[in-house]
């Protein structure tokens, strides 16, 4: 029970330069007061990428069979990485 916190007790998480709502322009400016370069869009790869690099692991390939591959069948709108401007 130790993860469990006293009611009226908030998570440090939903404050500060990790909080959600603003947590893009704190780390800006946490990066900016600690002379760390900014961090460079180009580097920035895809999950599927990343996980076909690091841990080898084919994204696309049928998690039960092992054999089949996946199909994108719908794309939902939401947050991509061109709308952080």
Do not use: W
Request: hydrophobic share 40%; net charge positive.
């Amino acid at each position: 029970m130790l993860h469990v916190l006293p009611t009226g007790i908030k998570r440090i998480r939903h404050y500060g330069v990790l909080a959600s709502a603003c947590k893009t322009d704190k780390l800006k400016l946490a990066r900016l007061a600690l002379q760390m370069p900014s961090t460079n869009p180009l580097a920035q790869e895809s999950a599927q990428a990343f996980m076909a690099r690091v841990a080898r692991i084919e994204t696309m390939q049928c998690p039960c069979c092992k054999a089949g591959t996946l199909k994108v069948v719908a794309t939902l709108p939401g947050y991509t990485v061109a709308d952080t401007g």
